[in-house]
């Protein structure tokens, strides 16, 4: 006999690594949409699974003083990029903290999407979607991506000699034609600093 959507599903999940995010559409060659769903929201009432968004589950990982261990906000932010097929990009203290121009973490995280906008609680912390134009999240390169949005929360007049040596170490880890592109989409201020 063959086995129920629901045993597919967590047979398939408890094979994988505790902390692992699944996204509703890993399990769409188990069977349909709704009893997939169905299956996954019968595994988080039975504690197997969290619910971290819509269609977004963690299989989670526990510690004996902390509880379950999150994954941070930026990936649960990847995965829902991944999901809906679109594009972001950290802006504010959350590009700063990324490329290492300030330990502050900030508890509201914006990012630019070129899909539509949105709020999410996740554990503790805000994330917020802002829309923008395609032509703000066109960059090729990840890391110039996150420098240009860090210099640009820096501003201009507030970047710094240890600034631009980090961005510098950073950047070395670029394709140089990628860097090439994503200049032609910066700020005319900062093109001008990375050159």
Do not use: C
């Not at 045993?7 to 999940?13: A, L, S, Y």
């Not at 991944?82 to 900030?106: E, F, K």
């Not at 507030?158 to 510098?168: I, N, Q």
């Not at 394709?175 to 005319?188: F, G, M, N, S």
């Amino acid at each position: 006999m063959s086995q129920s959507i629901h045993n597919k599903v967590f047979n398939r999940i408890v094979k994988t690594k505790r902390g692992r995010v699944f996204l509703t559409s890993e399990f769409a060659d188990l069977g349909g949409d709704t009893a997939t769903r169905k299956a996954l929201s019968r595994l988080v009432q039975e504690g197997v699974l969290e619910r971290l968004a819509q269609g977004i589950y963690l299989y989670p990982k526990t510690d004996p003083d902390f509880g379950v261990l999150y994954p941070s906000a930026e990936t649960i932010v990847k995965h829902i990029a991944r999901r809906d097929h679109v594009r972001i990009i950290p802006t504010g203290p959350a590009a700063l903290n990324l490329v290492g121009l300030s330990t502050q973490v900030a508890m509201n995280l914006v990012y630019l999407t070129d899909g539509a906008p949105r709020k999410l609680k996740i554990g503790m912390q805000t994330v917020v979607f802002k829309a923008t134009t395609a032509k703000r999240v066109a960059f090729k390169g990840y890391l110039t991506m996150l420098v240009v949005q860090a210099l640009r929360e820096r501003g201009q007049d507030r970047v710094t000699e240890r600034d631009l040596k980090r961005v510098k170490e950073l950047l070395q880890r670029e394709d140089e034609r990628v860097i090439r592109h994503d200049l032609k989409l910066a700020p005319t201020w900062i093109a001008k600093l990375l050159k």
